[in-house]
């Protein structure tokens, strides 16, 4: 059969001697061209995509756009997936799972809309678009022959085994090393943007959640041939969770000084007479320790390049598989020594946690982790990640909220809050105060910390400042959402005082009360004429572009607000974010309640709301 498509079929060429062949098992893939587009839409919609007869399909969605708030949803024959805007940005690499099945059905969810920016009024969802522009199914043109076998006996002594650190990764096996570092086989090649490594034990693809993307440009591989053949990268999480969080890791051990009383245990992917690359196991005698390499007596055979050496003594990992050798004929196994210099100091490098660049040798610091420094050889400068929404507080979190005939208040999740609720907060004084909501804003689903995303505001009363919330408490996913109020925070039931703002806004780690209050009353000054519109993503075309001005916005709305005579910067900056980040019915809805937009000397100016007027010159 003939398809118009690059066709990837990984042979068993990386021969180290006679006695030892790299084990790869025949893959075949087939890169098909593909023709779906819903256009921008604001409305729900689906389609089926399908290649009839392939045992799996992936979908290529990097043309797909999903406003905040949008949801894909993808549902094939044994699993489903879900995307946000987030989620398919960072964590996919622009690619579904891949499904089991030669069809998957794609449906495009769109928000509800938000409260539009004359309160309490619903808008539109801002349009989405959701592009296939190839698909990769598990079809080739022709069979390969299974890989070299090395069953180190007369019969083949593997058992079928569930270890969950243990993946299928192409034709190859992969293994975790940490929460989200993985090691596989050099030989086995760099993976793509569409590689996934899949957690299961099965002949199949592995639900969708837990398949895994690799982080682009964290993986280095050399194939170098017996003892020299190893390959290191990062996976992104699935769903908010990193894999080691849900499939666990293996410690790293050290290697034995030598073979005697040491055995050796094999898991991984390997092809078989029935129920090929099913994850199996074997333990057999370790049978040398050299410099950078190890041999053993360990059945395995192709696909099984990548597994994990474990000492079967300590249960620790102390290489990688990479050669068969045995073919029945007394010669041994082997792979790569993890402690091999260059294979350990990169897995050393993507362990390691930092504060400074200073920490990762050749590479950046950056939340925490080391990354590789972009434009380095082999690793062009990536894309710019997705924008964080302007503020993101769990939907979950509990306010107080004043009923109506009581004095007392009674707790509601921010998701149940309407604009008009009364809840509790904190006033300019920092005591405590009765506020109204003006604004809920939904931004679909990410990462809390506690009730807040990393980045979102919190007020710190003991050094009377607000600060990004950080990474404390434990990590989970949650529908985000944005509550502002006429007081400069909200208190949440367990005592935090919240603001509606984000780093993406402040640009910096931490803001004066007193810079904050002031910079708030501006905010409720521009509600006050015209609505909320730094809060609904139904607002904005997208929320990367809000982020490209909102920060000079933030700095010069503060300097107009201190001093009425320097407002033009600020109007101007004002103009800028209408003029390239807004809808069309939003900037006509902005244009109505600021009739003199762009000349900050003029009533009817945002620079005159923001200066109580004090801008206006005759």
Known sequence: M???????????????????????????????????????????????????????????????ELAPGAKLILVGAETSQEFDAAELGV?????????????????????????????????????????????????????????????CGPTDRRVNSADRRVGRIGGCTGWLIGRD??????HCGTPGSASRIHFTSGTGNAPAADQYAVEPCTYRGVNGGFGNDWGVGR???????????????????????????????????????????????????????????????????????????????????????????????GNNNGGTRIDRADFRAHINFLLRSCSSNSQCPGGTCSQGRCHT?????????????????????????????????????????????EVGDMIEGLDEKMEPAICSVEAVGHFGTGNVFGNYTQDHFVLDPSDRVVRPSGDHGEMEQADLHTVFTSCPVGVDESGVGFTAFAETIFGHKDLGWSDYVLFHKSIVNIVREAGPFLFYPSTYTSMKRVNKYT????????????????????????????????????????????????????????????????????
């Open 373 to 417: 420094r972009p434009g380095t050889p082999g690793c062009p400068s990536p894309s710019p990640p997705p924008p964080s929404p302007p503020s993101c507080m769990s939907g979950e979190t509990r306010v107080g909220i004043m009923g109506k005939k009581a004095n007392k208040a009674k707790s509601k999740p921010v998701r149940d809050l």
């Open 551 to 618: 920060h000079k916005l933030y700095k010069t709305m503060l300097t107009c607000a201190k001093n009425p005579d320097k407002c033009d910067a600020f109007e101007e900056a004002a103009v800028d974010l209408v003029e390239n980040a807004l809808t069309k019915k939003a900037k006509k809805m902005i244009k109505s309640g600021f009739g003199k937009l762009g000349d900050a000397k003029m009533a009817g100016s945002v620079a005159a709301a923001v200066s109580n007027g004090k801008s206006i010159k005759d």
């Open 235 to 329: 996976l992104l999480p699935t769903a908010g969770r990193l894999p080691g969080d849900r499939q666990g890791w293996y410690a790293i051990g050290t290697v034995p000084g030598g073979p005697n009383s040491n055995d050796v245990r094999i898991t991984g992917y390997g092809t078989a007479a029935t129920f090929s690359r099913r994850q199996r196991t074997h333990v057999g005698d370790l049978t040398q320790v050299a410099g950078t390499s190890l041999r053993y007596n360990t059945d395995t055979t192709g696909g099984n390049s990548g597994s994990p050496v474990v000492h079967f003594q300590t249960g620790r990992a102390i290489g990688v598989h990479t050669h068969g050798g045995c073919q029945g004929n």
């Open 91 to 151: 964590s996919s690499n622009g690619h579904s799972a891949e499904f089991d099945g030669d069809h998957v059905s794609v449906e495009l969810i769109v928000g509800e809309g938000d409260p539009s920016l004359f309160r309490g009024v619903r808008t539109s969802p801002s349009p989405s678009r959701v592009v296939v522009s190839a698909i990769k199914v598990g079809l080739c043109d022709e069979d390969d022959e299974p890989g070299a076998k090395s069953i």
């Open 181 to 186: 570092v993985f090691i596989q086989a050099g």
């Open 2 to 64: 003939k398809f118009y498509a690059a066709v990837v079929s990984l042979s068993l060429l990386f021969t180290a001697a006679p006695s030892a062949k790299a084990q790869v098992a025949p893959l075949c893939e087939s890169i098909l061209p593909y023709e779906y587009d819903s256009g921008e839409t604001s409305s729900s919609t689906s389609t089926d995509i399908s290649h009839k007869g392939a045992p799996w399909i992936q979908l290529d969605l990097s043309g797909t």
